[in-house]
T-cell receptor, first 112, second 114 residues
């Protein structure tokens, strides 16, 4: 089955700096890559996703890039704010499959 | 309605109790999921229902029993649980538009087994 690795496991950044989280996947058939943000005590929230026919997608301060050849994708957060502090999970899925394979998560702390 | 709702928010039960978790969505999604999540770990898939039929059971112990009464509702019946079953139980739904597995999570039920 699909195996997703996520790095780093923890990330501390100064407010206003950028944060980057990287994930790699093993199954070349994976074609959908969502990112979830989970604040303490809250639900995982889908913040951005990318499909395999796109190399980059941006939504305000967050962006995701995908390199299909290298089988890795990354989340970029610019101008970080304290409310960006959360656990972020990457995931991968094969078209038509019901399962999402999650990375282990990255705890992001934004220092004021 | 663009949300998945879950009740109760919190549940404390003894090992001999029987309780049920409930999940509801009105987004017309045909796939519904139960996940178990421990603190700071990714959600762990338990069950998937597709078009009200059980599609995936990830070898979950029989003390967890899912039920899908209709396309909007999903239940998880609990019986004779163990303390290690204490966790956040998340429901999710997905529309599978164009075959893409875009899942939306409910707020979860925080379960404590004494």
């Amino acid at each position: 089955g699909e195996n997703v690795e996520q790095h780093p496991s923890t990330l501390s950044v100064q407010e206003g700096d950028s944060a980057v989280i990287k994930c790699t996947y093993s199954d070349s058939a994976s074609n959908y890559f969502p990112w979830y943000k989970q604040e303490l005590g809250k639900r995982p929230q889908l913040i951005i996703d990318i499909r395999s026919n796109v190399g980059e997608k941006k939504d305000q301060r967050i962006a995701v890039t995908l390199n299909k050849t290298a089988k890795h994708f990354s989340l970029h957060i610019t101008e970080t704010q304290p409310e960006d502090s959360a656990v972020y999970f990457c995931a991968a899925s094969i078209r038509g499959d019901y399962k999402l394979s999650f990375g282990a998560g990255t705890t992001v702390t934004v220092r004021a | 309605d663009t949300e998945v709702t879950q009740t109760p928010k919190h549940l404390v039960m003894g090992m001999t109790n029987k309780k049920s978790l409930k999940c509801e969505q009105h987004m017309g999604h045909r796939a519904m999921y139960w996940y178990k999540q421990k603190a700071k770990k990714p959600p762990e898939l338990m069950f998937v229902y597709s078009y009200e039929k059980l599609s995936i059971n990830e070898s979950v112990p029989s003390r967890f029993s899912p039920e899908c009464p209709n396309s909007s509702l999903l239940n998880l019946h609990l019986h004779a649980l163990q303390p290690e079953d204490s966790a956040l139980y998340l429901c999710a739904s997905a529309g599978q538009l164009a075959g893409y597995n875009e899942q939306f999570f409910g707020p979860g039920t925080r379960l404590t087994v004494l």
